[in-house]
C-alpha cells in the first residue's frame, strides 16, 4: 500500500470514531435524567417486627430436636452392619404339592407316549417288511397269490384256522 491510501484510510477512520463519540456523549446525556437514585426507606420499622416475632417463638426447642433427630439416625445408621445376612431356605411347602403333582403326572404321560411311539414304529417297521414281502411273492409267483387272495376274501375265519394248523405242523 501506498502511504497515500493509508493516510486516507486513517482519516477515514478517525472521522468514524469522532462520530461514535459525537452519538454515545448525546446517549448519556438522555439517559442521565432518567436515572435517578431511590430513596432511601426506613427498614428499621420492618426489623423491629421480626425481632418481635422471633422473640415470641421460642426456636431453640426445635432446634435442639431436629439436633437430637439427626444423632440418633447417625447412630441408628452406625449399628447397621455393612453386609445384611441372608438366610436361604429351600424345601417344598404345602402350596407347591400340586404343582409337583401336576409335573410328576406329565412326566408319566410323555413317558407313556414315548413309548407307545417306540412300540407303533416297530409295529409300523414289521408291517412295511411284510408288505414288501407280499409284493415280492406277487411279482415271482401271481398264482400263488391269486390263490391266497381269494381263499381269504370268502372265508377269513376259515382261511385263519387254515394257517394256524398248517404253523402247528
Given amino acids: 500500500m ?23 456523549e448525546q446517549l448519556e446525556k438522555q439517559e442521565a435524567p432518567k436515572q435517578q437514585e431511590p430513596e432511601p426507606q ?17 426456636f431453640s426447642i426445635q432446634a435442639l430436636q431436629i439436633y437430637a433427630q439427626i444423632n440418633s439416625f447417625r447412630d441408628t445408621i452406625s449399628k447397621l452392619p455393612k453386609v445384611l445376612p441372608v438366610r436361604h ?19 408319566i404321560i410323555t413317558a407313556v407316549s414315548v413309548g407307545l411311539s417306540f412300540s407303533l414304529y416297530r409295529e409300523n417297521s414289521k408291517l412295511q417288511e411284510n408288505d414288501m ?37
Wanted: net charge negative; aromatic share 10%; glycine share 4%.
Fill in 133 to 169: 414281502k407280499y409284493r415280492m411273492i406277487r411279482q415271482s409267483y401271481p398264482k400263488v397269490t391269486l390263490w391266497a387272495d381269494t381263499t381269504y376274501q370268502h372265508d377269513p375265519v376259515e382261511a385263519e384256522k387254515w394257517v394256524e394248523q398248517i404253523e402247528v405242523k
Fill in 89 to 107: 431356605h429351600h424345601h417344598f411347602e404345602d402350596r407347591s404339592r400340586g404343582l409337583l403333582i401336576g409335573g410328576i403326572i406329565l412326566l
Fill in 42 to 58: 426506613e427498614y428499621n420499622s420492618h426489623f423491629e417486627e421480626l425481632k418481635a416475632i422471633l422473640k415470641r417463638y421460642d
Fill in 2 to 24: 501506498k502511504p497515500e491510501e493509508l493516510d486516507e484510510r486513517l482519516a477515514d477512520a478517525e472521522r468514524v470514531l469522532a462520530l461514535h463519540s459525537k452519538r454515545l
